[in-house]
């Protein structure tokens, strides 16, 4: 069974930043998730650890999907494509309820623009390798934060985002 470790760079408002990659280094990309809000469904990024990721029919839509399983309090958190996953209840863009955006690339946003968020890009291109190099076999993951602080862009009064640091 092949390995997978989900390393996490950074998190904030605009999202959960993190570097996915197999074991020997043979597979990487980015990922994009939800920021951290105590593992609640939909709002979201999964508590670090370690998972089993399955391959699985969604009668729902009609695709198969990779599947994070047994994630402690949740359920339905999978592979998706999208670009971003900010928390929408602090006025950023999210195509997230929870599930883990892989990237070929990452657009930070521009420092200087308060209005810019992160984003991870060409998802469907990054998807489609992570499938054919785990073959859509079960394979191990293994999330771990990287980082304890980030700076985190929110809304002023003023409806202007700004900069602050918290702790996680």
């Keep these: ?65 990779y599947y994070v399983q047994d994630v402690p309090g949740r359920s339905g958190v999978r592979f998706e494509i999208g670009n971003w996953a900010g928390d929408k209840l602090n006025g950023w863009k999210s195509d997230s309820l929870g599930c883990i955006f892989p990237g070929e690339g990452v657009y930070a946003g521009d420092p200087t623009d308060p209005d810019e968020q992160m984003m991870v890009v060409r998802s469907g291109d990054a998807l489609t390798k992570l499938i054919e190099y785990f073959g859509k076999e079960m394979f191990v993951l293994f999330v771990f934060n990287a980082v304890r602080s980030s700076a985190r862009r929110t809304l002023t009064s003023s409806g202007r985002r700004s900069n602050e640091t918290v702790l996680q």
């Design 1 to 65: 069974m092949k390995l997978a470790i989900l390393r996490r760079l950074h998190t904030g408002d605009d999202g959960t930043l993190g570097h996915l990659f197999e074991a020997m280094r043979e597979f990487e990309c980015w990922t994009l998730e939800l920021p951290w809000r105590g593992n609640r469904q939909g709002l979201s990024c999964i508590p670090a650890g370690a998972y089993f990721v399955g391959w699985r029919y969604s009668p729902s839509s009609g695709r198969y999907y």
